[in-house]
């Protein structure tokens, strides 16, 4: 069974410049997480979609981050325009979701991003 | 959200069992304890995780004491490969942060030949 796949796997971009990274769950989860992971901290939660909808987005700075599940599966963050504190991890995660108080989350690689 | 304390560092000799020590005194009744541990460059990797009774599985031994205050994450022999950052969490059981992950700084456990 394939895990969480993310694209691109490395960007590199001027500030100011937009980006966007891709995020495809495991297939049947219905809960999805985008996590932020700066260089030697833990990962922290920017919002959490449970199908279409965004349940939890109180850690998405959203000036300039947005995000997007339109057919809750795939789902795409974007940040326009980029600053060079964006430089970090971003990691998708994905659980089979559902009220049950145990449902484990799934990490796919993630995508560095340097902000140049 | 239960917060969680981990020591900073660990070494373990290859093939020895490796104890990762957990503190999580303020876990509430229905919170799970998880772990993860994550392999430089690569994303946060599930181990293992228990309510209240120890847990196995193929990876690692889960033992959670009785008060659930305190548990320890057992990986029976390990390898070189197990050099990572492992992460105890206390997952969020209510409200708005339903299922949050809530990571800390995590143990660099480091194992040698």
């Known amino acids: 069974e394939a895990g969480v796949v993310q694209s691109p796997r490395y960007k590199i971009i001027e500030k100011k410049q937009p980006v966007a990274f891709w995020c495809n769950p495991i297939?049947?989860?219905?809960?999805l997480y985008w996590y932020l992971q700066n260089l030697g901290q833990g990962p922290e939660l920017l919002i959490r979609?449970?199908?279409?909808?965004?349940?939890?987005d109180s850690q998405l700075p959203k000036d300039r981050f947005s995000a997007e599940r339109l057919k809750g599966v795939d789902s795409t963050l974007k940040i326009q325009p980029a600053e060079l504190g964006d430089s970090a991890v971003y990691l998708c995660a994905s659980s089979l979701g559902g009220t049950g108080l145990t449902d484990t989350q799934y990490f796919g690689p993630g995508t560095r991003l340097t902000v140049l | 959200d239960a917060k969680t304390t981990q020591p900073t560092s660990m070494d373990c000799a290859e093939g020895r069992a490796a104890n990762l020590p957990c503190n999580h005194s303020?876990?509430?009744?229905?919170?799970?304890v998880y772990w993860y541990r994550q392999i430089h460059s690569q994303g946060p990797q599930y181990i293992i995780h228990?309510?209240?009774n120890n847990e196995t599985n193929e990876m690692a031994s889960l033992i959670i004491t009785e008060d659930r205050k305190s548990s320890t994450l057992i990986l029976p022999h390990a390898t070189l490969r197990d050099t990572a950052v492992y992460y105890c969490i206390v997952r969020s059981a209510g409200g708005t942060s339903y299922g949050k992950l809530t990571f800390g700084q995590g143990t660099i456990l480091t194992v040698h030949p």
């Open positions: 228990g309510l209240k």
């Open positions: 303020t876990i509430s009744g229905n919170e799970y």
């Open positions: 979609y449970e199908n279409e909808e965004a349940v939890d």
């Open positions: 297939s049947g989860h219905n809960t």
